[in-house]
């Protein structure tokens, strides 16, 4: 398997230079974009790994499928009232369904869907960031894993559209809490860092009936675990879903430090890493090495 993995790593790192590091959240801007890493996590305990595996990047949307957890953990089919289950069709930080869908997001991986599921996480716990740091030191077995400041503090002051969003479905009777605060949570959990390894690592109960060996817990029951797969194989990578299930055919999550989490499940949870990104927001060599891993192994689900 890590003879595959550096073969494929060799394949896509030309691709570096096409794509553009995201540069709205004005941090994340600075990163040095030559860079690529890989990790897969078996569910029998074995991690394969090439390239800059272990080098921390910021997991940005990534984090909104640690958020789900947490909250489907708690409400259960009842959150469903509050946010939806259907591909958006749209950019991930896109506010025009909202308007005419009363404030309803589509679903929780778009930015609207991720504020609505902190809002419900910020209802719950007395300190929302910290609950979800905790959650995720444990999953992925690392006790170090950090948000990074000054990254929370750019994505706080160029907040306008995440912003807009959320008093949008304040106005829409859709959120409980202050906004201010929810944005905060948010960003502190989107500007968590952690590298390819922990990552494949935290994701494993996906891939594995909802159980991680880590924490030895139950995370989810195995009928959440499938219901979350299929919402990240019908939603993870914004309006290029499709796309996504068409080149690599897993379930998926992406975020704009160039992370990209996939998962086959019952087998492996796997995670990519390169900064730059393609128009719809997603790595671009982080697309083509899963799209390459996924062909050669036959991993696709459809
Ligand atoms: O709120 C934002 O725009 C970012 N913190 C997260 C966006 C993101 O990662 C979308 N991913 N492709």
Not at 108 to 124: E, H, K, T, W, Y
Not at 143 to 172: C, G, T, W
């Amino acid at each position: 398997m890590e003879a595959l993995l550096q073969s494929i790593e060799k394949k896509v790192r030309p691709l570096i230079g096409q794509g553009n590091v995201a540069d709205y959240i004005p941090a994340l801007a600075e990163v040095d974009p030559n860079q690529f890493g890989i990790a897969i996590y078996s569910n029998d305990g074995t991690l394969y790994q090439a390239g800059q595996a272990d080098t921390e990047f910021s997991i940005q949307s990534i984090s909104k499928v640690f958020s789900l957890t947490l909250a489907i953990k708690h409400y259960g089919e009842s959150m469903w009232q509050r946010v939806g289950r259907e591909p958006s069709g749209n950019p991930f930080n896109s506010l025009v369904q909202l308007e005419y869908e009363a404030g309803v997001p589509r679903n929780p991986f778009i930015n609207a869907g991720a504020l609505v599921v902190s809002d419900m996480n910020q209802s719950r716990f007395a300190s929302p960031h910290y609950a979800m740091r905790e959650f995720i030191r444990r999953l992925a077995d690392n006790p170090h894993i950090q948000s990074d400041k000054v990254v929370s503090d750019s994505e706080y002051e160029f907040r306008a559209r995440n912003a807009s969003m959320a008093y949008l479905m304040k106005a829409f009777g859709n959120f409980d809490n202050d906004v201010e605060d929810v944005l905060h949570s948010y960003f502190d959990n989107c500007a968590v860092r952690m590298n390819c390894i922990d990552l494949a690592k935290a994701f494993s109960f996906l891939a594995n009936k909802g159980f991680s060996q880590h924490s030895n817990e139950q995370i989810l029951s195995p009928r959440e675990t499938t219901q979350i797969n299929g919402l990240l194989a019908t939603s993870g990578l914004y309006d290029e879903a499709g796309n996504f299930a068409y080149r690599v055919g897993l379930p998926g999550k992406s975020g704009v430090g160039g992370g990209i989490i996939a998962i086959v499940p019952n087998q492996f949870s796997v995670c990519v890493w390169s900064p730059e990104l393609n128009k719809s927001g997603n790595s671009l060599a982080g697309m083509a090495a899963l799209e390459a891993l996924s062909e050669s192994i036959g991993w696709s689900v459809f």
